[in-house]
């Protein structure tokens, strides 16, 4: 059992965390106060001060020791988040873990390679230069899905640049962001540096959002929790960074290479029981390809073996939650009732699988554009296949929702797909493949999948504001430009 300690609580109340493979209890953590808000931004805010002043050097060591004590404890960061997502020990073990280690390194670096643009004479009597400066205390609020990589998502950039953070977790999957803050301070990063709030989002993460000294927010959630911030912040004219939902279209050419498109699919749709915003939901397939498409996809989605996250053999373990749970369901059973086919899966998990928070491998045809299921984020192992015929209708079929997340093409013609890629609105377009990401370049969203980045240096511009400093050269008292003001001169 896992006991979690957040570093600042005077709750007496816990929140439990359950294991969605099978229901119990597999730890807990103090539920947080609006007065532990309090605590923890004002711990952030005075440690701002001296932690704002340590050199990109010395940041950029902190998160090397970090990076070593993560990877030296991965098989139980890995264990915790299988036990507390049921995502299978193998992917938390290849994908969460590894990734965020590899994250960690990144930011090691990238702290010391924060830059503004050369100084320079933009005008005849001044110097001008850039400071790139850390915001302040940064309040962060993270989802379910990938708890570990969130965590390490928000907290890495922010610190790297020299801010301080409060971090609230999804209150089903606390533990591993509590656990990597703890790193933090066995890492050596000062306490306060580096905060952790728990409890639910309405009422703590209101909170924290809202508190005056949080100096920005940076939300992944839901699009509707992201309007929420962006309301609450527009208050104190708070900066926002929001990574919201998605609705990602898989769109397939009839040049494309069948088998790697069929199982590409199959992947980018189940990766993370499909609990992933970049996840293929939409197959589009232009129609020479269209039946043999689906039926390959149908034929691996039933041998995908469902079961107990712990066992390396297993593809796919439960959805996070029976909440989650209940919500895909409800989605294929709206589906199914508005005349949606349902080639494979559909179901919750039989047999041995109804202890836990199982979802069959899902695939859905006969949509309409406008339907449901074609247009809203369902976050479950549920692929929506359709045909289209010519090549802008594709692609129009690809933008037709509210999101702009993430999207692949695939086809052999280069000319096409630079069309495509052209022509598709989202933040991360593939060509031939779907899903992976690396620590160098940005993921983020347009439309309502939200504005900002994480990971990369990119996300830098959301951590850090720049400061324009104008240094005068002539030293005289009357410069130039006050012939403006003054009609005659002074002296
Ligand atoms: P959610 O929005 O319900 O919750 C996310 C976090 O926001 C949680 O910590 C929650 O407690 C908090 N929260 C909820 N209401 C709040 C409020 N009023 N004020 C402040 N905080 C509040 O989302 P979820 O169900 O945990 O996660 C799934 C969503 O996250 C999906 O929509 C998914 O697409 C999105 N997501 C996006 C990305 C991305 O990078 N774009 C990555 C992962 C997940």
Redesign the pocket.
Known sequence: MYKAETQSTSSVDIIKVINPANGQKIGTVPRSTVEDVNTAVLKAKINFTKWSKTTPGERSLLLHRLADIVARKAAEFAQIETLQTGKPIRFSTEFDVAGTIDNIRFFAGAARNLEGKAAAEYSSDHTSFIRREPIGVIGS??????PLQ?AA?KILPAIAAGNTIVL????NTPLTAIMFAEACLEAGIPDGVVNVVC????E???A??SHPDVKMVS????????K??ME?ASKTVKRTH?????KAPFLVFDDAGLEAAIQGAVAGALINSG????AATRALVQRPLYDRFVEGVVSIMEKIKLGDPMDPSTDIGPLVSFK?QERVNGFVRRAEAEGCQILCGGNKGKGALKKGAYFEPTVITKATPESEIFQK?I?GPVLLVLPFTYEQEGIDLANHVDFG?AASVWTSDITRAMNAVRSIHAGTVWVNDHIPIVSEMP???IKQ??FGK?MSGYSFDEYTAIKHVMIELTGQREKDWHRVIFKNKLS
Do not use: R
Not at 199 to 202: A, E, K
Not at 275 to 278: A, I, L, R, S
């Open positions: 609020i993270a989802p379910w899905n990938y969130m998502w609230k977790p999804a209150s409890g639910p989002g309405g703590i993460g209101a924290l959002i939300l992944t959630g839901d699009t509707d929790t992201g929420k911030v609450s929001l990574e919201l939902g998605g609990q992933d915003c970049t989650q984020e976050f997340l993921h983020g969203g999948s939200g994480d």
